[in-house]
């Protein structure tokens, strides 16, 4: 879950935080403008353009994954990023990071009005810093199920089976319990055992366990199904980012390669020789600069914005690109598609039990302060788990995420009291939606359109999830936290009603996915080495190239992409298979 389940109220009581010792600090200090570049008097690119090996576009977890990589091969990298250093202490706080939602360090984007969610609005963050999205989410290590991996296999994906991307998530990992089977110790990116548990998310855990779900330990390993607690990617109570995983130890390193990282430098459009990528042309406040890439430009924007520059570099669908008045360099009508999202739908109960309201309180924020424990180490979304709406699927449909918290309307909605929140959610869903160009402007936004339920089944899975978080929430396991049911209340109980209050109540888990899609077909974006088709020297190494959407979390599995990425980039034989170790993950 890449949200917060923390109420509004603690944004408001941490008007500024500073950070303890032990927290890590950005290397990063200029923007882009402050930047050594060639440009002339006027503002205009100058013909002395900069050059590189490799111009990396975003730096969120595929960009720094990606660019730290090739860095590592001896390549002189330049990575380009919209937003700022990742200086904020609340982005490194795991619990204080609703202070970021809807500040300058969030996207803030916007979908299109939902035809099947009442005609609302949903509201998107994205982060807009070094980490992007790593750097504003609820940090919780998922990989997601094999049967998710073997699917984009058997659509002609070759060397994306889980055997073959299982290599690619242990080499990324960094676990906190050593290696194992299904784990790896020494990779970038720390994954742990979250320092702070709250025991009401506990009790809905062994709420599940009385109505006969397994318990499970790890969710990454023999099997996905069952309830627990999530393991983490932080570090010693602090979030463990892209960019404190791979980007800053990168910057620092005196070699074989190099890597330079500008912020504040909003890419406009990728450059072409033919149909060769030679470049990139980004804004540096009103200036417009363009550097050179000799062996290439990776794409690493994310679902949102990869397609969003294609398309205003002229690779895209005709008639829409036409539309809009950008000269098309590539007619690629799969570029916005298949556009994929998880939705959740909080179940909320009130309790006289102290829960992450108090995180800010004078003895939380001083226990933190001094030792890096304590509510303030929570993700918000603690415990959770995955199940099956029909006991004949593969695989695992709906994942419940759990919080000692109100948790409605991304967190910013208030009541009295203390509450927590059972958010099954949908993780296998058949609505397609798209990215659109709203205008040929590069700083104008794009049309997001989700099209959320509008496949029917989506809302099957919903109304299952929100009828077993009841179940749960009617277990003894909770009879000495519950006082009432909140929401949706205990009156809503025909399925008319109940899909209402979906279509009210149901929001993003922020994990858009698959708009550059990969694969063979007609809307196929990438191929299985990740080039776009039809173009030379582009790549994509982000969420967007996802055929399909993962079951869980989507960061683990976007570092996963870009690990693999690097090799297929390079040229590199592909890491092999681990094909005994991945007995299950799952056979459930």
């Known amino acids: 879950m890449n949200a917060n389940l923390i109420p509004v109220a603690l944004t ?12 890590p600090s950005s290397p990063i200090r200029a923007e882009a403008s402050e930047m050594q570049s060639n440009h002339s008097k006027d503002g205009q690119a100058s013909s002395a353009q900069q050059s590189y090996d490799y111009v990396v576009i975003g730096a969120g977890s595929g960009g720094c994954a990606v660019s730290a990589r090739l860095q590592e091969s001896g390549a002189q990298v330049l990575l380009l990023e919209a937003g700022v250093p990742d200086e904020t202490p609340e982005i490194h706080i795991p619990a204080a990071f609703p202070k970021l939602f809807k500040s300058p360090l969030d996207w803030n984007y916007e979908t299109e009005a939902q035809e099947h969610l009442n005609g609302r609005k949903l509201y998107w963050p994205r982060g807009k810093m070094l980490g992007g999205s790593s750097s504003i989410n609820a940090m919780i290590y998922i990989r997601g199920h094999r049967a998710d991996y073997d699917g984009w296999a058997a659509a002609g994906n070759h060397g994306w089976g889980y055997d073959d991307v299982l290599p690619y998530f242990l080499k990324a990992e960094d676990f906190e319990d050593g290696a194992s089977e299904f ?5 970038p990116l720390h994954v742990e055992n979250r320092r702070y548990t709250h025991e009401i998310c506990d009790a809905i855990t062994e709420g599940f366990k009385e109505l006969g779900h397994p318990a499970n330990d790890d969710f990454n390993g023999e099997s996905m199904e069952g309830v627990g607690r999530f393991h983490v990617t932080q570090k010693g109570g602090a979030r463990h980012s892209a960019a404190v995983a791979y980007l ?3 910057l620092a390193s005196s070699g074989p390669g190099k890597l330079e990282a500008r912020t504040g430098a909003h890419v406009t459009r990728i450059l072409f020789e033919g149909k060769k990528a030679v470049g990139v ?8 600069r363009q550097v050179r890439a000799e062996r290439g430009v990776i794409l690493a924007a994310g679902a949102i914005t990869s397609p969003h520059l294609l398309m205003l570099s002229g690779v895209g669908e005709r008639a829409q690109l036409e539309a809009v008045g950008v000269k098309v360099l590539h007619d690629l009508p799969g570029v916005g598609q298949n556009l994929q999202d998880h939705l959740f739908v909080p179940v909320v109960y009130d309790t006289e039990t102290a829960g992450l309201k108090d995180a800010t309180s004078e ?10 424990r304590g509510m303030l180490c929570s993700n918000v979304g603690e415990t959770g788990g995955f199940m099956k709406t029909d006991p004949s699927l593969p695989a695992p449909d709906l994942q419940f995420h759990n919080g000692a918290a109100l948790f409605v309307d991304h967190g910013f909605a208030e009541l009295d009291g203390y509450h927590y929140t059972l958010l099954p959610s949908l993780v296998a869903p058949r609505s397609r939606g798209q990215i659109r160009l709203a205008s040929a402007d590069p700083q104008a936004r794009p049309l997001i359109e989700p099209e959320y339920l509008s496949d029917p089944h989506d809302m099957d899975v919903l109304i299952a999830g929100v009828k077993l978080a009841r179940q749960v929430g009617d277990t003894e396991a909770l009879s000495s936290y519950r006082l009432s049911e909140v929401m949706p209340g205990e009156a809503v109980t025909e399925r008319a009603d109940l899909e209402n209050y979906i ?7 922020y994990h858009p996915v698959g708009t550059c899609k990969m694969g063979n077909d007609d809307l196929a974006v990438v191929d299985d080495e990740l080039r776009v088709r039809g173009l030379e020297n582009l790549w994509i190494a982000d ?3 996802m055929p399909v959407i993962p079951r869980g979390n989507t960061n683990a599995p976007t570092i996963m992409i870009a690990e693999k990425a690097a090799d297929l980039i390079l040229g590199r034989a592909a890491l092999p298979a681990r094909a005994a170790q991945a007995m299950a993950v799952s056979a459930d």
Not at 363 to 372: D, G, H, R
């Open 363 to 372: 003895a939380q924020m001083t226990l933190y302060m001094s030792e890096q």
């Open 12 to 23: 408001c009581r941490v008007p500024k935080l500073s950070a303890p010792s032990g927290l």
């Open 183 to 187: 784990h790896n110790a020494g990779g």
């Open 281 to 288: 042309e980004y804004l540096d406040g009103t200036e417009t």
């Open 248 to 250: 800053r130890p990168a």
């Open 543 to 545: 969420a967007s190239v």
């Open 503 to 509: 279509r009210e109540q149901a929001m993003t888990i």
